[in-house]
């Protein structure tokens, strides 16, 4: 629980530090977004196998297996779709 609010603290600090400026944070919020809607289009549709969202995953994300954020979506996958 510390560890998010410690992660809380840095976003609000680093948004608040570029007042005025671009902000890289949402920016970084909003592709974060894109991909979680893209992934879920793909679990929407029935036709999608499962290679063509890893392949997605790893190419267009550009996600490593092993990383937390490859593991959420497949995970995403999993209990969705099954094991398929």
């Known amino acids: 629980m510390a560890n998010k609010t410690d992660e809380d603290l840095r976003q609000v600090m680093a948004e608040e530090g570029s007042r005025g400026r671009r902000h890289p944070l949402r920016t970084v919020t909003l592709e974060r977004e894109r991909r979680i809607k893209r992934a879920a289009a ?14 997605l995953l790893r190419e267009d ?3 490593q297996d092993g990383s937390p954020e490859f593991q959420d979506f497949v995970t995403a996958w999993t209990s969705y779709r099954g094991k398929s």
Not at 42 to 55: F, I, P, V
Request: aromatic share 12%; net charge negative; proline share 0%.
């Open 61 to 63: 994300f550009e996600l």
């Open 42 to 55: 793909m679990l929407a549709n029935r036709e999608c196998e499962k290679r063509d969202y890893l392949s």
